[in-house]
């Protein structure tokens, strides 16, 4: 197959645009809801103004992570300088890859962050003497969320700087096979972060809501979440086995 | 009065102007970065440009195919002589990447039996700090295990705070700034060493308490379990996830840390990253492989 | 393995991509699904602590049983890649 670097620099691009704009669909969305509990929990406590404010943009930016992710990963498509002709199908493959499996996977962990920053605003206005400890397990939840996050990025930072340059003269069935396997990589990891990402944004978000009612019982919901946390992660964790079957072992 | 300052807070301190000034010692000057147009083109990146990045990637993932297709010889950090005797033993140059984690996984041991033997020395009815942290890991540890198993299996404390304490170590060794160091959880043998040892002795508990019929007829019994063949499959998924849980957390650490480190030229970031990934991320993972296994055995015998 | 035809190529690219597929959908529900099971034994928990131990063996069996279509998944996606 005949192939200038224009294709390469088509995939690159689409990759990007697919990466930020899917990333920030959530992120937005995420850190939205933060800001309305934030400014609900002004209008019932307006004396627990600065801790709320505090606790609002804290959770606004630990939710955004996922998004400048996907900023990141769209800069280095650009910039990054991989169109050269030498990278073949396999290049053109793994960016456009790149691409989609950050914007995707961005998609689930930010709404997740959203969500359990969003309890705790609520749980800081209900009880502003418990404020820190609540902005602690805030930043420690969003934290758990943004693994799945994590992972997406490093199967993206992979498909950009380990996928070899392609081979002269190989058969078209195998161009073709190991061009879709790395798209299929970027699918898999993005998709699969998705339902795992918010999960985890459910439990840190009620672990926050309860820790406000609560207080006393912290290291037992803490450690309760930690493991909810772990388990519900490892369907995200078969994703990653799975992308890192599809770039190394076909 | 003037305030004290908190004793983690000065270690804190003094751990990131230490590692700052390794990071630039090692390597802040000799990477150039290269910000400006290129071709007409708005470029930031390594004059040596990314394909030195693709290389080293690929040296952490698989070292050995690395230098069998390079040809090149491998660069030893530290003495050249023991890598020679581990060569001769198993014949064959691919063997660097154990020889790596096999040296890392001693110095964890070492660090590890050097810190029991300087708590232990010392030994204080009004403790010292590091033995205030080491009884504190332990009791709670031990706490969690009577909560969970029940008073009469307390004797499940020692392993479990061993599990503990040799995955914590072996995901902060990798901070040290030293060339060559790594974490030995890196490597995908240990965290499924530790996985498939986990899921053993979940069962030769179940054995014990259960008999060994009671335990198999879950397995092997179609009238009790009508979905006995998912079963197993789902016990050995649970070495997966166990153990991919933890290798990818350290490995995506690993990778994120060389990217950025070698877009920014190794000099601000890496020092932050270190800490979330290693500290952070690091007690985090080492915590919930320790409390998924006290689970899973917890599940297990009280049925 | 080199030298294979379109043909062959194609199918096999297909199996690949439906592993890939296969796994990324498969773990939308489970993961979802756990999470909301942690999240409600946190509650569970806070309110009730003393059964702490009862609530966190049912929110470990419930999510194993959630996680079953995950598995289910994770063998179909390697049955694709290695069986076809």
Known sequence: MELSVEYIRIAAYLGAGISVGLGAITTGIGSGIIAGEGAYGVMKQPQANDQLFRTMLIGQAAAQTAGIFALVISMLLIYGGFDIAEGGWYRAAALLSAGLAMGIGALGPSLGAGYSGGEACKSVARMPK???????????????????????????????????NQPAGLAIGKILLKSISLIGAGMVIGIGTIGPGAGIGYVAGKANDMIGRFPKERSMIMRTMFLGAAVSESTAIYSLVVAFLLIFAV | MAKKKSPILKIFILFILIETALVFVSNGFNKELQVGFDEGKFVFRNIQSHYDLQDRITEEFQIDEHYRQTGETPVIYGSNKTYEFFKNIFGKVSAIGTFQLLRMLLIVDIMLLFLAFLIKKKLLKRPSQPQILFEMIYSTLEQFVIETLGKDKVNFTPYIVTLFLFIWVSNMVGMIPIPG??????????????????????????????????????????????LFLLDI??????????????????????????????????????????LFFGMFVGTIQAFVFTMLALTYIGVEISE | MDNITLAQGIVKA??????????????????IGEGFVAGKACEGIARSPENASLITRTMLVGQAVSESTGIYSLVIALLLIFST
């Open chain 3, 14 to 31: 297909a199996a690949l991509l439906g592993a890939g597929m296969c796994m990324g959908m498969g773990a939308l529900g489970p993961g």
């Open chain 2, 181 to 226: 160091f790594m974490e030995p959880t890196r490597n995908l043998n240990v965290p499924l060493g530790l996985g498939v040892f986990v899921v053993a002795i979940v069962h030769i508990t179940a054995f014990k308490v259960k008999g060994a019929w009671g335990h198999l007829q879950n397995y092997l019994n179609p009238v009790k379990n009508p």
């Open chain 2, 233 to 274: 499959i789902g016990e050995l998924s649970k070495v997966v996830s166990i153990s991919f849980r933890l290798f990818g957390n350290v490995l995506g650490g690993a990778i994120i840390i060389l990217v950025v480190s070698s877009l920014v030229s190794y000099v601000v970031f890496p020092v932050g990253l270190n």
């Open chain 1, 130 to 164: 418990h404020g820190n400890a609540i902005m602690g397990n805030m930043l420690i939840g969003q934290a758990l969320s943004q693994t799945s996050a994590i992972f997406a990025l490093v199967v993206s930072l992979l498909l950009l700087y380990s996928v070899p």
